[in-house]
């Protein structure tokens, strides 16, 4: 992408409604701008990497087995008074009517909608076990939408809904989605901790909350500090296969959010030095809630002896648009964003220090072409802007690398090539820059 032809309005100035540090990057680097309260447009930056985001957790949901779908983002009021949730969820509900009167909402969420599409679907004990998910908005009437995409109104969530014969059954099922999410936020540069968490609206007495340590995160959350340096199970992890062990190694040691704390049981349990109590994001959260939903609404099958029984369910979010602040709250500098390598919204920036000169121009466009040819994703500032605010725009956007091209390092045959997060430069021929970020960015797409 020339950046002439593309849309980035970066801001100088720190916008002054933005407090914490993910929010005024956001906004500076042109990537979401508000429309309303807790309402936020996605400009091509932001949404590429809102894509790059959505991407990963789908690919670790299918590679758990989970099967996408797509739901509305309207749903009608009657399946919510038949799961009894409609006068329950109060506020935080946007509610409305269609021009016949009937009563309609935006969605929040998808249980009893699943439930409803799933009981009219299944009919047998053979047609479970089933795992459905959506990547879809949601609305929820927030008190206080605040930190940009972190609690807007209007959010992206990745939500899956499992279904299954026994509560053993569907023991196995929430094991997958917590080591599917486990993998997910690594993929992204993330260390997330799984801690013990209140169920709240959704029900059910099993939840974890899948947590990323930041200060400036609205969670208070207590842990063993063995869980911040546990390690991620594989990519080639067996998910038919029993995962109790693996699971009992992310959840022995103590780690609790706030309400759910023991200040005398994290006392008993974890020595003093090994204590963390810090602030942190809540990016994922599933719930074991056995019958809640599939009682009330009648979603049974015919099990192995004939009689019906109710299925066992539970449900799994990912705030995919929270997502994009909590990585530039945990991977950001003085300069702006740096973003890890598989979200970024271009993996190289290339810089032209002297447009008008036909060397420089000619070395950039066979630079840009020899890159994108071999797959890997160039932002070109081909724009007349002095190379001072050149530097600044590509440091606040963090692309990972950057490649910094102009007449007098041409003239001895080289080029620079930048680490956004390192800072660290090496000076080589442009054919050396093209192998060489090849080689990195193949890599590190080999990583995740
Ligand atoms: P919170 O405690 O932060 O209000 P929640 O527990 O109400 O979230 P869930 O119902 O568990 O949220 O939703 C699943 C995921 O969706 C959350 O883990 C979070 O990452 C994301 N999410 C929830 N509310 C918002 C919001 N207002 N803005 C952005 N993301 C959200
Ligand atoms: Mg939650």
Known sequence: MRLSRFFLPVLRETPKEAEIVSHQLMLRSGMIRQSSAGIYSWLPLGLRVLKKIEQIVREEQDRSGAIEMLMPTVQ??????ESKRYDAYGPEMLRFEDRHGREMLYGPTNEELITQIFRDGVKSYRDLPRNLYHIQWKFRDEVRPRFGVMRGREFLMKDAYSFDLTPA????????????????????????????????????????????LAETGESRVYCHADLVEARTPAADVNFEQDLSALIAQWTTAYAATDEKHDGARFEAEVPADKRVSARGIEVGHIFFFGTKYS???????QGPDGGMIAVQMGSYGVGVSRLVGAIVEASHDEGG????????????????????????ERACTDLYGKLERAGVSVLYDDTEERAGAKFATMDLIGLPFQLIVGPKGLKSGEIEVKERKSGARMTMTPDAAVKRLIELVGARRVLA
Request: net charge neutral.
């Open 76 to 81: 009608p009021a009657d399946i919510w008074q």
């Open 169 to 212: 059954a569907a023991r196995h099922a929430y094991n997958k989605m917590f080591v599917a999410y486990l993998r997910t936020f690594a993929r992204m540069g993330l260390k997330s901790i799984p801690m013990a968490a209140e169920t709240g609206p959704i029900g059910g007495d099993l939840s974890h909350e899948f947590i990323i």
């Open 295 to 301: 009682e009330p609404m009648g979603c049974r099958v």
């Open 337 to 360: 964003i740096a973003w890890p390598l598989p979200v970024a919204p271009f993996e190289v920036g290339l810089i032209n220090l002297k447009v008008g000169d036909k060397d420089t």
